[in-house]
């Protein structure tokens, strides 16, 4: 599995999450009007980078088993779980700890 491609959708998972944590950052913040509320740094930042995520992604599946890129996928969900315990300091509670653990062993069960 030494695919450098596995690395770029990695990352991709990892962009995803910090796009989606800049929407919620948007979202937490009062805007003068609704307009402001949509064309933002942050809102055009986020979909800046899921649009080149899409990208990368739909071109690395082309040189990545699918049952590797399904698995790779996944992290984003646990990204987004850990940057926004360190980065907003959500608290973690049990239902969002138990919902990462199964995402977790979901990832290690489907690799086998």
Do not use: C
Request: aromatic share 14%; proline share 1%.
């Amino acid at each position: 599995m030494n695919n450098p491609f596995i690395l770029i959708m990695a990352a991709g998972a990892f962009l995803t999450a910090v796009s989606q944590l800049l929407l919620k950052e948007s979202a937490n913040r009062e805007h003068k009007n609704f307009l402001a509320e949509y064309l933002n740094w942050r809102v055009i930042l986020a979909y800046a980078i899921f649009f080149g995520v899409l990208l990368s992604n739909t071109y690395a599946y082309t040189r990545v088993d699918m049952k590797y890129g399904s698995i790779i996928d996944t992290l984003a969900y646990v990204f987004v779980f850990l940057l926004s315990v360190f980065i907003l300091h959500e608290k973690i509670s049990k239902r969002k700890l138990i919902g990462n653990l199964l995402i977790i062993a979901g990832i290690l069960i489907y690799s086998l």
